[in-house]
């Protein structure tokens, strides 16, 4: 096998194997979704009167609605999430070997996100099951339709917080960005409230939302779920991730020496 | 002579602050060098360099006749690296660790295998394959990490204080085990500490100290009828 493939095996490999040992992280990623969907959504959506909106053709209930925006959520937690292990690795030393290996940065990397994508589409998945135990279901084949989605959002995602990592050089550093980029982008975006129940309140904060790349990844997957593609969508997910990814491969540029530290 | 590491003229600055200034050095193949130096002397900025962790403008890096500038990968792929921290998955078998090392390096299968198999043996870890890292002790973890930095045949190993934290026992043996890697099987290596009893008479000897290269030859040679320590205490200190 051609040693780029043997790598990205590897490193996916390892991320599973990991995971399987961190049975306590997946439970507490379970968590923190389910406590959206069972609690908040039960107690507000008396709150929230939902009109008729693309893809739905019916009316729908809150909790049907944050469906999306939630997968959405485990798919950002888990990039921010392996963004900190990457900070983590970087000061343990694990991710001082994988820059040791023979081949380029920017592969390494991406299979390092591949990895750290590949489990968090897992766990939407059994959050999704979860969910459907509840009777708060999709569209059969949205299960299936929607694994592109999912792929390029988490990728998307996953990018955020890898050109994250290469930018934040101590542990502590970290908690700032939860508050500074996790709570923003979730909470200025559709994935709790549609767009044109924010712009009755403030069409500033609308516009905010619609450039917000999540809202973007969430309504892609929001979509797919109905078997529908939403386009404009796909088409802000695909440039965030370049974008993202760019960055990320200039951040742990060697040259830029943003990976080094004082002997 | 077959030249195994070439440091040529290295520096390095953190902002205002030069970490290296301007050192060279050249290790045959086959030569076990130790790279003497108080803390904060710039080891660890040169073993930045050194694994390409970050680059520098000025100066070169040369491994086993690759260019680390102009062929990073072919010169990585001839290194094998044990760093300072700690660098298992813990929770993964020893083996599970040697096979994600091997497989970054394109091997797999049965020859990432028998790789494996020869590296642990070499270390006296074979017996050991099944565990999980966490449940080794520091000596133990080091010796894999070392036998993990085999697995692609190196011509050159770089060690970075690698007996920091382990008791004098493991210390001696780890010490002992890689000078006998570096006489047989015609390994170079660099072998960074500020330990003086872990470099032995026939090593060669490199002194850093402030980022400037103080002394280098042969530890005997060096150290004269002086007893090695109070000999790097005095170059060290006088320069203090």
């Given at each position: 096998?051609?040693?780029?493939?043997?790598?990205?095996?590897?490193?996916?490999?390892?991320?599973?194997?990991?995971?399987?040992?961190q049975r306590e992280r997946f439970i507490a990623a379970m968590v923190r979704p389910l406590m959206w969907l069972l609690v908040f959504a039960a107690g507000f959506r008396a709150a929230l009167g939902l009109s008729i909106i693309p893809p739905y053709q019916t009316y729908i209930t809150y909790e049907t609605y944050i469906v999306p925006g939630l997968c959405?959520?485990?798919?950002?937690?888990?990039?921010m999430q392996s963004s900190l292990s990457l900070v983590y690795d970087r000061?343990?030393?694990?991710?001082?070997?994988?820059?040791?290996?023979?081949?380029?940065?920017?592969?390494?990397?991406?299979?390092?996100?591949?990895?750290?994508?590949?489990?968090?589409?897992?766990?939407?998945?059994?959050?999704?099951?979860?969910?459907?135990?509840?009777?708060?279901?999709?569209?059969?084949?949205?299960?299936?339709?929607?694994?592109?989605?999912?792929?390029?959002?988490?990728?998307?995602?996953?990018?955020?917080?890898?050109?994250?990592?290469?930018f934040i050089k101590q542990l502590e550093?970290?908690?700032?960005?939860?508050?500074?980029?996790?709570?923003?982008?979730?909470?200025?975006?559709?994935?709790?409230?549609?767009?044109?129940?924010?712009?009755?309140?403030?069409?500033?904060?609308?516009?905010?939302?619609?450039?917000?790349?999540?809202?973007?990844?969430?309504?892609?997957?929001?979509?797919?779920?109905?078997?529908?593609?939403?386009?404009?969508?796909?088409?802000?997910?695909?440039?965030?991730?370049?974008?993202?990814?760019?960055?990320?491969?200039?951040?742990?540029?060697?040259?830029?020496?943003?990976?080094?530290?004082?002997? | 002579m077959t030249v195994g590491l070439q440091v040529d003229n290295l520096r390095y600055r953190y902002g205002a602050k030069e970490a290296l200034k301007g050192v060279s050095f050249t290790l045959e193949a086959g030569a076990f060098g130790a790279l003497l130096g108080p803390n904060g002397a710039g080891k660890s900025t040169l073993y930045g360099l050194l694994t390409r962790l970050f680059t520098t403008s000025e100066g070169r890096i040369e491994i086993a006749g690759h260019d680390l500038k102009a062929q990073p990968r072919a010169a990585l792929a001839?290194?094998?690296?044990?760093?300072?921290?700690?660098?298992?998955?813990?929770?993964?078998?020893?083996?599970?660790?040697?096979?994600?090392?091997?497989?970054?390096?394109?091997?797999?299968?049965?020859?990432?295998?028998?790789?494996?198999?020869?590296?642990?043996?070499?270390?006296?870890?074979?017996?050991?394959?099944?565990?999980?890292?966490?449940?080794?002790?520091?000596?133990?973890?080091?010796?894999?990490?070392?036998?993990?930095?085999?697995i692609h045949k190196p011509d050159v190993l770089l060690l970075?204080?690698?007996?920091?934290?382990?008791?004098?026992?493991?210390?001696?043996?780890?010490?002992?085990?890689?000078?006998q890697l570096c006489a047989e099987d015609g390994l170079t290596v660099l072998w960074a500490t500020h330990l003086t009893d872990e470099v032995h008479d026939p090593d060669r000897l490199i002194v850093i100290h402030q980022g400037e290269k103080l002394a280098d030859g042969h530890a005997g040679d060096l150290r004269g009828g002086a007893d090695l320590s109070d000999y790097f205490l005095s170059l060290t200190g006088a320069q203090a």
């Open positions: 096998m051609n040693i780029y493939l043997t790598a990205l095996s590897a490193i996916v490999k390892r991320e599973a194997l990991r995971f399987v040992h959405g959520m485990i798919l950002l937690f888990n990039g000061e343990m030393g694990s991710m001082r070997l994988l820059l040791t290996a023979p081949l380029p940065r920017w592969w390494l990397l991406f299979s390092k996100l591949c990895g750290s994508t590949a489990i968090s589409i897992l766990q939407v998945y059994t959050f999704l099951a979860v969910a459907a135990l509840f009777d708060i279901t999709v569209e059969p084949w949205g299960y299936v339709a929607a694994l592109p989605a999912l792929l390029i959002a988490g990728l998307m995602l996953g990018a955020l917080g890898l050109a994250l990592s290469s550093n970290f908690a700032g960005v939860m508050n500074f980029v996790i709570f923003p982008m979730f909470f200025l975006s559709s994935a709790l409230y549609p767009l044109w129940k924010m712009a009755e309140s403030s069409p500033l904060l609308r516009d905010i939302c619609a450039m917000n790349p999540f809202t973007h990844a969430v309504e892609l997957i929001r979509f797919a779920l109905y078997l529908r593609l939403e386009p404009m969508a796909l088409l802000w997910t695909v440039l965030a991730l370049v974008a993202f990814m760019l960055l990320a491969i200039w951040g742990y540029d060697p040259e830029r020496g943003m990976t080094r530290r004082k002997g | 001839r290194m094998g690296v044990v760093f300072q921290n700690q660098t298992l998955d813990l929770d993964l078998s020893v083996r599970q660790n040697l096979s994600y090392f091997a497989s970054l390096h394109g091997l797999s299968g049965r020859d990432a295998a028998t790789r494996i198999d020869a590296a642990l043996d070499r270390l006296n870890m074979r017996e050991r394959a099944g565990e999980k890292a966490r449940a080794l002790n520091g000596g133990h973890r080091r010796r894999t990490e070392i036998a993990r930095a085999l970075d204080e690698p007996t920091v934290g382990l008791d004098a026992a493991a210390r001696r043996s780890i010490t002992d085990h890689v000078h």
